[in-house]
């Protein structure tokens, strides 16, 4: 009996360090919070120089479709519950693709938003969800996390020293990364409790889910993230556990930026020469860079403490 006890409180003990080890792995991240910043600003310096795959709206004649997704954003921020609220640069980039149906963000709070997911959903308080979803993704420092376990600590150490071709190597490594499920999930929660203090409906990231479950051919990026029937569940699930009482959905306003995205063209196709291999590609022209918004153009702020929200 007494062999039977010690045996049991050893294996407790073991499950209890893995549990440990393991959260403590999940949240290792050996980059500095200020290189957040950096790191976004070079990523949105390559997407930028990158048309062909990222046509940016430009925000000249599109004013008032930015200034909508930038008072979702605001209200998101001022919830009081974002890290970094005060810190990062949280600039919104729309993306000229009326069929793509995602939206992403980078460090340090550069968020991208494709107008095809704008046409795609319903009502403001699912884009509120869904950018609640983005900002979790940065506030949480999910994509530093992920590089710590990818990359080596010499290249971690140079970009931390400012090694500008080791940062660009980091940015581009970047642009391919995927967060873990434990993250989209962590996302998911956050968005809830971003939106809670808010007017609008805080499970808004469901209707979103909702609508692409009805979807005949869902998005390729949807296969690596959790089934979206367990996420609604959750998402709705946290949102009575907290007794949110906001139920704005603000949907004739939403209608309004829906047809005004539906009246943007295309972006226009250029001819490109592929000099190694003697192929001509045919990839969409940049619109035009988004003017500067007062969104958070200003570069390498000095780093409050977390919390952002007063």
């Not at 069929?99 to 959903?121: D, E, M, Q, S």
């Not at 940015?171 to 609008?200: G, K, N, Q, W």
């Not at 009246?263 to 969409?284: C, H, L, M, R």
Request: glycine share 8%.
């Amino acid at each position: 009996m007494k062999y039977a006890l010690v045996l049991t409180v050893f294996l407790l003990l073991q499950l209890t360090s893995c549990s440990s080890l393991k959260k403590g792995w999940d949240n290792l991240n050996l980059f500095p919070v200020s290189q957040d910043v950096e790191l976004g600003n070079q990523v949105y310096l390559e997407i930028a120089n990158n048309p062909g795959e990222y046509p940016e709206l430009a925000e000249q004649g599109n004013e008032e479709i930015y200034r909508y997704v930038r008072g979702i954003v605001s209200k998101v921020l001022k919830s009081g519950k974002v890290e970094y609220a005060n810190d990062f640069e949280w600039k919104i980039t729309l993306l000229n693709d009326p069929k793509t149906l995602n939206a992403f963000a980078t460090p340090g709070g550069y968020i991208y938003i494709y107008t095809g997911l704008i046409g795609f959903l319903d009502s403001e308080d699912q884009l509120a969800g869904v950018i609640g979803h983005e900002i979790a993704h940065a506030a949480k420092r999910h994509s530093t996390k992920q590089l710590s376990k990818i990359l080596g600590v010499q290249v971690l150490a140079d970009a931390a020293l400012g090694k500008q071709e080791v940062i660009k190597q980091v940015a581009t490594t970047l642009l391919a990364l995927s967060f873990s499920r434990a993250h989209e999930t962590e996302a998911d929660s956050m968005s809830v409790i971003y939106l809670c203090p808010t007017e609008y409906n805080a499970a808004g990231a469901s209707g979103f889910f909702k609508k692409m479950e009805g979807q005949p051919t869902p998005p390729s990026w949807l296969s690596t993230h959790p089934n979206p029937k367990n996420r609604i569940q959750q998402i709705e699930d946290k949102y009575r556990r907290m007794g949110c009482t906001g139920t704005s959905r603000n949907e004739a306003d939403y209608a309004r930026i829906k047809e005004r995205i539906a009246k943007i063209p295309a972006p226009p196709k250029v001819q490109n020469q592929d000099p190694q291999k003697g192929e001509t590609k045919t990839t969409p022209a940049k619109t035009s860079n988004p003017a500067p918004s007062g969104d958070g153009d200003s570069r390498h702020k000095k780093l409050e403490k977390p919390g952002g929200g007063k």
